[in-house]
């Protein structure tokens, strides 16, 4: 709790006794001045609750940032480790010859022939 919550707490509550006793004795200057009263200090509250929610804000965005930086390490790192694994696959798929591999190169050969054949243009 912060200065602007109490003294806007206090402003208010005096506000509330300062109207009763203008609605006791029949006083509208009595009535007005509470009713100023409780509004002011109504806002110092809230302001002062703000203030304090801000504060709190500040308090724990650094233990955020952090966090968030370790995450976004970590899923950087992932990728890197399936880019690597994918890389060695494939490596691995041309080194050793995969039967795959040389299906792929034929059918796209083979695309290519007939493309080459149905469009007419061979000179």
Avoid: C
């Avoid at 509004?39 to 965005?61: I, K, L, M, Y």
């Avoid at 798929?93 to 149905?118: S, T």
Wanted: aromatic share 4%.
């Amino acid at each position: 709790m912060n200065k602007h919550e109490l003294h806007g707490g206090a402003r208010y509550l005096g506000g509330k006794v300062e109207k009763a006793i203008g609605d006791a004795v029949d006083s509208r200057d009595w009535q007005v001045s509470g009713v100023k009263d409780q509004v002011a200090g109504g806002a110092e509250n809230v302001f002062g609750r703000a203030q304090s929610v801000a504060e709190n804000v500040a308090d724990a965005t650094p233990g955020l940032i952090e966090e968030a930086r370790e995450k976004v390490g970590d899923a950087a790192t992932r990728a890197a480790d399936a880019a690597t694994r994918g890389a060695h696959e494939a490596r691995d798929a041309v080194r050793n010859g995969d039967e795959r591999l040389l299906w792929a190169a034929v059918a796209a050969i083979g695309g290519f022939a007939l493309g080459w054949l149905a469009s007419g243009r061979r000179g």
